[in-house]
């Protein structure tokens, strides 16, 4: 019986020294963890006519509102990240991938599973997809050591070459 008492008393005590450093914890302020983003960028333009069917960008012209695909594939082929974005006014995509999860570290990896696409021009007078920087196809991304860091954000930014659309209305003599 003293023993069960003995038991009951050296419990109440480690239970009242250690309320103040459970109470201290939880008082104490959370220490968030840094978000780290992935974020694919490029820049679509209207390709002139003059370069039409080949990858020159002389004279071409940025589109604004124009629509691009992202998508990603994991490394077994099966889609795991799809969505379309919106270029700036200067034709400029900033596209953080929310909610883009690499199931394998190296083998999904942004650099060998992603690609871009054009998908849409607003402009009627300049609405044919071309595959400067293999945009028909999809658009490798390339790591140009560029990173965007805040107190507790971070972006890793992958780049695609320039994309592009062409007039409906250039001569074959262009081509």
Not at 90 to 106: C, S, V, W
Not at 151 to 165: C, M, R
Request: aromatic fraction near 12%.
């Amino acid at each position: 019986m003293a023993g069960t008492h003995f038991i009951s008393i050296i419990s109440l005590l480690l239970l009242l020294v250690s309320f103040p450093y459970t109470q201290a914890y939880e008082n104490s302020p959370k220490i968030t963890e840094k978000k780290i983003d992935v974020v694919v960028e490029t820049t679509v333009y209207c390709q002139s006519c003059e370069h039409s069917g080949t990858w020159s960008l002389t004279g071409a012209k940025p589109i604004p509102s124009a629509k691009v695909s992202v998508s990603c594939k994991t490394h077994r082929g099966h889609v795991s990240y799809y969505k379309v974005f919106e270029t700036n006014k200067n034709g400029y995509l900033y596209a953080p991938l929310e909610g883009f999860k690499m199931q394998n570290y190296i083998l999904d990896h942004p650099l060998h599973s992603c690609y871009v696409k054009p998908v849409w021009s607003p402009l009627e007078s300049c609405s044919l997809l071309t595959n400067v920087n293999y945009g028909l196809n999809g658009s490798p991304l390339r790591y140009d050591n560029k990173r965007l860091r805040g107190s507790n954000y971070e972006a890793v930014i992958y780049a695609s070459g320039p994309l592009a659309f062409h007039p409906p209305d250039c001569s074959k003599t262009h081509y």
